[in-house]
């Protein structure tokens, strides 16, 4: 059954995926053709800058619609009418929720990859040969100046990297997820319970973020700054290993906590009415 549930989640995100990545490639590849013929004109440069203002403008539409699809694939399949028959399927509560969280999140993966190739097609040529060249020539150059220990702590970082932006995607979905599912507690207006339960959150967070750096910037000038700066040069690789450990830490805390949230609730103050 969960097969099936993620088969009907690809269905649904490939009919609204074809149609902007059929915009998306159509303008990259007209930008990639105007390149072609190159006029010192003030005429073929409006031209040339008009395609790269509509090739931007495709790529950030793809970026919010896939958001938006996501959002609304949740709301509608578990929130609204469709709730009865979607929680009617012998399928466990966190089921769904893997279910709609994996295929979004394997939606804008397809999405970013999308506009990455696109972007490649439109600066495809000597520019693009250029580039790689030149991102070759300092790798090599990188990789002539470091030792052994600085290289497999430059690989550890980009594989912190890639976590921090794995967790940071599951995270704003599940912003999302959250505010949506607790809006839907309310007895009117859901949507506007959700959507002040999204704001809500980011103005907690701003104020936390600011009391945050308010606390920091008062330790550090009660503490001895010369002390902290000569470790932090004779150890740089723990200090951004305990930084990085620290946020990945701290956005998984963040991730489970909001899905528990969801779950909670879905599982026990569902309302469909």
Same mark, same amino acid.
């Given at each position: 059954?969960?097969?099936?549930?993620?088969?009907?989640? #690809?269905?649904? @995100?490939?009919?609204?995926?074809? %149609?902007?990545? !059929? &915009?998306?490639?159509?303008?990259?590849? $007209?930008?990639? /053709?105007?390149?072609?013929?190159?006029?010192?004109?003030?005429?073929?440069?409006?031209?040339?800058?008009?395609?790269?203002?509509?090739?931007?403008?495709?790529?950030?539409?793809?970026?919010?619609?896939?958001?938006?699809?996501?959002?609304?694939?949740?709301?509608?399949?578990?929130?609204?009418?469709?709730?009865?028959?979607?929680?009617?399927?012998?399928?466990?509560?966190?089921?769904?929720?893997?279910?709609?969280?994996?295929? #979004?999140?394997? @939606?804008?993966?397809?999405?970013? %990859?999308?506009? !990455? &190739?696109?972007?490649?097609?439109?600066? $495809?040529?000597? /520019?693009?040969?250029?580039?790689?060249?030149?991102?070759?020539?300092?790798?090599?150059?990188?990789?002539?100046?470091?030792?052994?220990?600085?290289?497999?702590?430059?690989?550890?970082?980009?594989?912190?990297?890639?976590?921090?932006?794995?967790?940071?995607?599951?995270?704003?979905?599940?912003?999302?997820?959250?505010?949506?599912?607790?809006?839907?507690?309310?007895?009117?207006?859901?949507?506007?319970?959700?959507?002040?339960?999204?704001?809500? @959150?980011?103005?907690?967070?701003? %104020?936390?973020?600011?009391?945050?750096?308010?606390?920091?910037?008062?330790?550090?000038?009660?503490?001895?700054?010369?002390?902290?700066?000569?470790?932090?040069?004779?150890?740089?690789?723990?200090?951004?290993?305990?930084?990085?450990?620290?946020?990945?830490?701290?956005?998984?805390?963040?991730?489970?906590?909001?899905?528990?949230?969801?779950?909670?609730?879905?599982?026990?103050?569902?309302?469909?009415?």
């Amino acid at each position: 059954m969960v097969r099936k549930l993620f088969k009907h989640e #690809a269905i649904y @995100y490939a009919r609204t995926l074809i %149609i902007f990545e !059929i &915009v998306l490639f159509f303008v990259a590849l $007209s930008t990639r /053709f105007i390149m072609f013929f190159e006029f010192d004109h003030w005429i073929y440069y409006f031209i040339q800058g008009s395609s790269f203002v509509l090739f931007g403008l495709a790529a950030i539409a793809c970026i919010y619609a896939s958001l938006a699809m996501t959002v609304i694939r949740f709301y509608r399949n578990l929130f609204s009418q469709e709730g009865y028959l979607t929680f009617a399927l012998p399928v466990s509560t966190n089921q769904h929720i893997l279910v709609k969280l994996v295929s #979004a999140l394997v @939606y804008q993966g397809i999405t970013v %990859i999308s506009i !990455i &190739v696109a972007s490649l097609i439109t600066i $495809s040529g000597d /520019f693009l040969n250029e580039l790689l060249k030149s991102c070759w020539y300092l790798l090599n150059k990188v990789l002539e100046e470091i030792s052994f220990k600085d290289g497999v702590n430059i690989v550890i970082y980009f594989v912190y990297f890639a976590v921090i932006i794995l967790l940071t995607s599951i995270h704003s979905l599940l912003v999302y997820y959250a505010c949506i599912t607790i809006g839907q507690t309310a007895k009117k207006n859901r949507i506007l319970a959700a959507v002040g339960c999204y704001f809500g @959150y980011n103005f907690a967070i701003e %104020i936390i973020s600011t009391f945050f750096s308010i606390a920091i910037n008062i330790v550090l000038t009660t503490i001895n700054m010369d002390k902290f700066v000569e470790f932090f040069e004779n150890n740089p690789h723990l200090c951004l290993h305990i930084i990085f450990i620290a946020s990945i830490l701290w956005t998984l805390v963040l991730n489970i906590a909001f899905y528990i949230v969801i779950y909670k609730i879905i599982s026990k103050k569902l309302n469909l009415e």
